[in-house]
């Protein structure tokens, strides 16, 4: 089944405590990216990869590291977290062929950070 | 700047009553407009999309939407509303320019509720 994987589904952490949310895709997708949905704000781009060892910066990349070194994997990297990236984060990737800009998400990751 | 607002939070109607879920978009340029849903606990499912051509677009699940260029709209409606119709629903735009950089701005979301 073609999908995009996010682990984990839920996490509890506390400030300043490294972590790193994974993601993969199987549908060989160039590009792939990382949302965070917060209520009434909708989702914002973090960061996004047009392929491998190719990273930038969305909307919100403060606090937040990426890493492209594989086609299939996206990691999301929080190197000190804080209270305020507490949020539900979505992968997503899409490639290039496909028609204009339809992304394939993930189940999303719960974020707490005490 | 590209903006996509969603009015309202929430629409209730009742099941078998015709839906709508509101959009309007600002985007300089022509723009890509999409309808996303959000089941609980799921990640986003894409509905539709609008990129050129006919104004009413037909997607999944029974949904349609109409491009309205003149008020920079692009409303989610359904005939007749499903009970398993309830959730999240998200409007989406980019720019032409924007290509294949997948680069979409979200709306806030609307909660659907459709009541028995």
């Known amino acids: 089944e073609a999908q995009v994987t996010q682990n984990p589904r839920y996490l509890i952490t506390v400030t300043g405590k490294k972590l790193t949310v994974t993601c993969s895709q199987n549908?060989?997708?160039?590009?792939m990216s990382w949302y965070r949905q917060d209520p009434g704000l909708g989702l914002r781009q973090i960061y996004y990869?047009?392929?491998?060892?190719?990273?930038d910066k969305g909307d919100v990349p403060e606090g937040y590291k990426v890493s492209r070194k594989e086609k299939r994997n996206f990691p999301l990297i929080l190197e000190s977290p804080s209270p305020n990236q507490t949020s539900l984060y979505f992968c997503?990737?899409?490639?290039?062929?496909?028609?204009?800009?339809?992304?394939?998400f993930g189940a999303g990751s719960r974020l707490t950070v005490l | 700047a590209q903006s996509v607002a969603q009015p309202e939070d929430q629409v209730n109607v009742a099941e078998g009553n015709p839906l709508t879920v509101k959009c309007t978009y600002s985007?300089?340029?022509?723009?890509?407009l999409f309808w996303y849903v959000q089941y609980p606990n799921r990640g986003l499912q894409f509905l539709l999309k609008?990129?050129?051509?006919?104004?009413l677009v037909k997607g999944s699940y029974g949904f349609e939407a109409e491009f309205n260029k003149s008020q920079t709209s692009f409303h989610l409606k359904k005939p007749s509303a499903l009970v398993s119709d309830s959730a999240l629903y998200f409007c989406a735009v980019s720019h032409h320019g924007s290509g294949n950089t997948g680069k979409l701005i979200f709306g806030q979301g609307t909660t659907l509720q459709v009541k028995p």
């Open positions: 985007v300089s340029g022509n723009p890509y």
């Open positions: 609008y990129i050129t051509g006919d104004n």
């Open positions: 997503a990737s899409k490639g290039l062929s496909s028609g204009a800009n339809v992304l394939t």
């Open positions: 990869s047009m392929n491998v060892e190719v990273t």
């Open positions: 549908m060989n997708h160039e590009y």
